[in-house]
Each structure stands twice: as structure tokens, then as C-alpha cells.
T-cell receptor
């Protein structure tokens, strides 16, 4: 299956600042990547589908201007949380479709906004 | 919209006991996947089921897909402490996967 690298693993930022999270597909060219958010002890909620070379597709209720997604190459997608607030604190995980089936997830980024 | 529920939400079992989690979708699924997430970790793909009534086994794990393709189950025989974690089903409706609410399994030694 695909190998997915996600950075950083954890980040603490001040309220009002922006944070960029990177998701790299190391051995697979991914035209599509997915970004999820997971609150403690809850399920994974799909935020958006990142499309290489075009605009991301956001799920209902997800603010496009707040969660900026860029998928400039077949191996890299980035999620930028702009003007972060404490309620944005969460676990953010990216995933890449497998070559056969199944999705490979990045190790996740734990964001804490203080 | 499509919803995927899992029961139970939590399950504590004694090591050696069996465990089952059930996944129910509000809509018919084209396929369903199962993932395991260890505490503090990320989800890891376990298996995909596609056919109506399909049953697949992975060592002590047995996965079933319902005849109507709206429900699924994961059964673990003789649990071990390494089975601890949250088990998620993820059902594909149209093009995207919706994750179930998850079942957190705790195994007591």
C-alpha cells in the first residue's frame, strides 16, 4: 500500500495565527487526498477532498476560507488552518487512496490552539 | 445524508472472550471497509467487503457484509490485549467513505 508522511505530528499555536500541515504520498502519485478531523474519542469527519491541480471539494459546514487546501503536486497536499482559534484544536489526518483498495492514513497532526 | 452508526460504543472484555461490533448504514453501500485505530494512533486499514453476504477472515477476525449491503460486523475470537483500540467501519455510498461512530475495545488481562 501507499506510504503517507504527515507533518508536523503535533503543533501548539497562539490564537489568531495560521498553521500549515503537510501530507506527502511517498511512493504513490495521488491525484486525490482526503483531509479528516477527529475530536477526542469521536469518529473521523471528512473535511475536504484535495484534488491535484484543481480546487478542493469541501464538505458541508467546512469553511473554505478557514481551512485552505493546496494540492500542487501528485505527492503533496497541504492544509492551512488560518486564524486558528481554540475550537479548532483537534486531530487532523490525511489519507491517500490505496493502489488496490483501502486508504492509507498519515500519522496525524494534533493541533492545540492556546 | 448518509449516516453510519456502530454499536456498541464501548466494550470491555476479559482477555480470551469474544468481541463483536456492528455497523449499520442508513443507505445501501457499494462496499465497506474496516479500520483499527490504536490509542494515540491513526487508522489502519484492515479489510474491504464488496459482495452482498460476503464473509472474510483474517486469523481471529471475521468480517461480514449484510445481504442488503446496509450492515456489517466484525467479530474477534479469543481477544488478546493487542486487540485494544477503536474499530471503525467506513461505508462507501456514492463516491466518498463515511466513517462509522466507532467501537472502543478494552481488553482486560
Amino acid at each position: 500500500g501507499a506510504v503517507v508522511s504527515q507533518h508536523p505530528s503535533w503543533v501548539i499555536c497562539k490564537s489568531g495565527t495560521s498553521v500549515k500541515i503537510e501530507c506527502r504520498s511517498l511512493d504513490f502519485q495521488a491525484t486525490t487526498m482526503f483531509w479528516y478531523r477527529q475530536f477526542p474519542k469521536q469518529s473521523l469527519m471528512l473535511m475536504a477532498t484535495s484534488n491535484e491541480g484543481s480546487k478542493a471539494t469541501y464538505e458541508q459546514g467546512v469553511e473554505k476560507d478557514k481551512f485552505l487546501i493546496n494540492h500542487a503536486s501528485l505527492t503533496l497536499s497541504t492544509l492551512t488552518v488560518t486564524s486558528a482559534h481554540p475550537e479548532d484544536s483537534s486531530f487532523y489526518i490525511c489519507s491517500v487512496p490505496g493502489q488496490a483498495y483501502g486508504y492509507t492514513f498519515g500519522s496525524g497532526t494534533r493541533l492545540t490552539v492556546v | 445524508g448518509q449516516q453510519v452508526m456502530q454499536i456498541p460504543q464501548y466494550q470491555h472484555v476479559q482477555e480470551g472472550e469474544d468481541f463483536t461490533t456492528y455497523c449499520n448504514s442508513s443507505t445501501t453501500l457499494s462496499n465497506i471497509q474496516w479500520y483499527k485505530q490504536r490509542p494515540g494512533g491513526h487508522p489502519v486499514f484492515l479489510i474491504q467487503l464488496v459482495k452482498s453476504g460476503e464473509v472474510k477472515k483474517q486469523k481471529r477476525l471475521t468480517f461480514q457484509f449484510g445481504e442488503a449491503k446496509k450492515n456489517s460486523s466484525l467479530h474477534i475470537t479469543a481477544t488478546q490485549t493487542t486487540d485494544v483500540g477503536t474499530y471503525f467501519c467506513a461505508g462507501q455510498g456514492t463516491y466518498k467513505y463515511i466513517f462509522g461512530t466507532g467501537t472502543r475495545l478494552k481488553v482486560l488481562a
